[in-house]
């Protein structure tokens, strides 16, 4: 994303990214890709989060029956602590966690957004009408159009809950 | 991701999402830096690609803007990669780099 040459085509974006403390993550998209090593990720890669160590336990009580009722430690399992993707490529195991994703997005992994819009005096509502609506102020509105206005209506102007 | 994930093998969904993002963990957690030592891959197997960007000439295309400004300024398509950081949470087991490479080129 050039945000230098949107702003100076009259979108500038950069306080949305300061509410949301996004800029470090667009800086991050800056860069090369992997297709292939992404593609190969997705076909292969795994979730590991509390439905798989229960799959994990039932195949030890299946090997060994004496094991049923015993704790994780006890069937010599290690002790689940957070839900990991897990890939494996060229034999080097690797765990994606919450963690990694969020240190990536170069900030902390909660979410943050802007309440509150007023959708009459909002900077963008020229653009978004111009874009989505072809320019229509009101009325005459096609399904496709009526569907992107409560989406904006819902989505981009939502209203703090009491 | 989690969702994408199941849409993709269990759904069948043919969409490759999060590509750059995959792209920087695999960057960041030294992964490549060990496939590259051991030389067993190079950039064309890993499909090495740089994506466009979204700049005033994609506001043309959306007829937001009836012309379009160039900068000097303006982003170029570059292969630089980004500066490794120091405190990356470990994402594979921390051997040395020489030792996991080792272990790459027997198998």
Known sequence: MDFVSLAHHDCDLSSY????????????????????????????AEIYDKHATKAEEDHMVLLHPKLKGKSRAEMGLKKFKRTEIRFNVMEIPINITEEVIGKICRRTIEGAFQWNLNKKTSDWISMVRQSLFKGKKDGNYSDMEKFFRSCCKNVFYPKEEV | MLWALEQIQQKNKTFVPYGRLLSEIFHQGRMLKVLKISKVVDDNQLGTMVGKYINGSTLYNMCLVKTVIKMDTDLQESNILSN?????????KQDPPDVRAHYVYEH
């Open chain 1, 17 to 44: 990214l300061r509410f949301q403390d996004l800029s470090g993550y667009y800086s991050m998209l800056d860069g090369q890709s992997y297709k292939n090593l992404v593609k190969y990720f997705w076909v292969r």
């Open chain 2, 84 to 92: 490794l950081m120091d405190n990356f949470p470990p994402i594979c």
